[in-house]
């Protein structure tokens, strides 16, 4: 733990935009029926399971047209 420590202040604004980000798109695919490619349970496995890009690929391909 002590070899984390320096790197904390740049981990934690990391890990929060990474939480938000993954909520939001989360939030979406269960409010929203329609979808480019795919279904509703293969988009939430692809937000929750691929952090960081899952979500960013859903919002850049996956989403409907609103």
């Given at each position: 733990?002590d070899?984390l420590?320096?790197y904390?202040?740049?981990l934690?604004?990391?890990l929060?935009i990474?939480?938000?980000?993954?909520?939001?798109?989360l939030?979406?695919?269960?409010?929203?029926?329609?979808y480019?490619?795919?279904?509703?349970?293969?988009?939430?496995?692809v937000?929750?399971v691929?952090?960081?890009i899952?979500?960013?690929?859903?919002f850049?391909?996956?989403?409907?047209?609103?």
């Amino acid at each position: 733990m002590d070899k984390l420590t320096p790197y904390l202040p740049f981990l934690i604004p990391i890990l929060i935009i990474e939480l938000a980000l993954m909520l939001t798109a989360l939030v979406h695919v269960l409010r929203h029926p329609h979808y480019r490619f795919g279904s509703k349970p293969l988009w939430i496995i692809v937000v929750v399971v691929f952090q960081i890009i899952g979500p960013i690929v859903y919002f850049a391909f996956g989403r409907g047209e609103e």
